[in-house]
């Protein structure tokens, strides 16, 4: 009896250390869209782009190489006037709003063509780059979020 009542009482917590050491390996085998290894970064022979190796690396590449230009708007908001995000051949509405000062927080916004609103967490500082038709929104130089129809969504966790 002692036994069943010590099975009982102990297999909760051997189910939530399980589920909690899954979600610790999940975390920690986040990887990049292996396309943004190959062309960004030029490796050709990887088969997982690991997050905790290569995001911040391909953020900079991204950053350097294929950063989108904006126009200035007032109080701290910038137009990108030339992205269609949604592939549909017409222009998007997207904007980044920032607030003032070294630790300001900036949102992206973004109204598609068929009428559909995106909108960013808070974010530290970003900006948005366009590479192989796909958009991306760097955060921090070092934090790299997609941002499609589905949403801005980060890729590592």
């Given at each position: 009896?002692?036994?069943?009542?010590?099975?009982?009482?102990?297999?909760?917590?051997?189910?939530?250390?399980?589920?909690?050491?899954?979600?610790?390996?999940?975390?920690?085998?986040?990887?990049?869209?292996?396309?943004?290894?190959?062309?960004?970064?030029?490796?050709?022979?990887?088969?997982?782009?690991?997050?905790?190796?290569?995001?911040?690396?391909?953020?900079?590449?991204?950053?350097?190489?294929?950063?989108?230009?904006?126009?200035?708007?007032?109080?701290?908001?910038?137009?990108?006037?030339?992205?269609?995000?949604?592939?549909?051949?017409?222009?998007?509405?997207?904007?980044?709003?920032?607030?003032?000062?070294?630790?300001?927080?900036?949102?992206?916004?973004?109204?598609?063509s068929s009428g559909q609103k995106l909108t960013s967490q808070e974010l530290g500082i970003v900006s948005l780059?366009?590479?192989?038709?796909?958009?991306?929104?760097?955060?921090?130089?070092?934090?790299?979020?997609?941002?499609?129809?589905?949403?801005?969504?980060?890729?590592?966790?």
């Open positions: 009896m002692l036994k069943i009542l010590l099975t009982l009482l102990l297999f909760p917590s051997f189910i939530i250390a399980m589920f909690c050491n899954s979600a610790l390996t999940h975390a920690q085998e986040s990887t990049l869209p292996i396309e943004l290894c190959h062309k960004v970064l030029n490796l050709k022979n990887v088969q997982k782009c690991d997050c905790k190796k290569n995001e911040e690396a391909v953020a900079k590449k991204l950053y350097n190489n294929f950063v989108l230009e904006g126009g200035d708007l007032a109080g701290g908001d910038t137009a990108f006037p030339t992205v269609d995000i949604d592939a549909d051949g017409k222009i998007d509405t997207v904007m980044r709003s920032c607030g003032n000062g070294i630790d300001a927080s900036c949102y992206v916004f973004s109204v598609l780059a366009m590479f192989d038709k796909r958009m991306y929104v760097i955060e921090n130089m070092k934090n790299i979020y997609s941002f499609d129809v589905n949403g801005i969504k980060r890729f590592c966790i």
